[in-house]
């Protein structure tokens, strides 16, 4: 998605959804209950002008309930305002060491 595809108002951000897996790496097939917390978390692709705290490419932890669900391109996205951003994970940077 580029960033002409959505214009956010306020303090809001777009978060992509987290696909649950639905077989281990082993094969093993995952029920829907060990998947819960995933539609709670995502990646922010978009934010409105108003955020302050969360930035495109941070991973966030939010409240599901309070949440604008859509779809772009069959993808499913949420709407969230950023006061019902629980947590911000922001990544790594690429080739920092994993084990401090």
Do not use: H, W
């Amino acid at each position: 998605m580029s960033k002409a595809d959505v214009r956010l108002l306020g303090k809001r951000l777009m978060v992509r959804v987290e696909q649950p897996k639905k077989q281990s790496d082993g094969g093993i097939f995952i029920p829907e209950s060990a998947n819960q917390d995933v539609k709670d978390r995502g990646l922010v692709v978009a934010v409105g002008p108003g955020c302050e705290t969360v930035k495109v490419g941070d991973i966030v932890y939010f409240i599901s309930v309070m949440v604008v669900p859509m779809k772009i391109n069959g993808r499913p996205y949420f709407v969230v305002e950023e006061q019902d951003v629980i947590g911000v994970f922001t990544p790594p940077e690429l080739g920092e060491d994993q084990n401090d």
